[in-house]
């Protein structure tokens, strides 16, 4: 059943149980172990599993940090666009190589759940949106959401926002074709929140040296 049957079957309606038509691996990736199946609001329930997956993620970071520059916090006479690119150098990367690697692993399952149930980007894959919560936290230490937790809520929401409002070029990159649109947009919406988030905690402390 191709787009246009599906519109005129169930109109708006969500289309039950679409994800049954592909193959059981490629509907667990896609919907992130099953988050996406949720009946309601399937995207938000997908970036929610991620965030919490995001915590024992920021564990493992901060127990096995992959550095760039792990001295970078030692810039007493730089100024403020120094001081930030410094410590985005000293940031670890594990979230950041989490969310490419999400990315790029994910592409021929959604290519091949989007062709078994010949729908363009339906609302229960979600491993976009997981993705998109992991670049939202690459920019930030992560021993700072270990001890301040409330940090994976501001960041959810930041995600939300640029996921569902689509600014800032977000909405041209759901243009790309296929599998790379679906999760080009995520990873946009993802770095935009990842950069207010991080100036939004960071910002205060520079201006403060």
Partial sequence: MNKQELKEKYGKKRVPHEWRKTDKISTLITTFFGSGMSPKAPGTMGSLAAAIVAYPLAMLSYAYPIVINDNAFNTKDANAL????????AVPKNFMIAALLVFFAAIPFVKKAMRDTGTEDPGWIVIDEVCGIFMTFAFIRPEWILNAPWILIIGFAL????????PLGIHKMEKLPG?????????LGGIYAGLVLTIGLVLPAVFLM
């Fill in 82 to 89: 120094e001081s930030l690119a410094a410590i985005f150098l």
């Fill in 179 to 187: 599998a790379w649109g679906v999760m080009a947009d995520d990873l």
């Fill in 159 to 166: 995600f939300r926002f640029f996921d569902i409002l689509k």
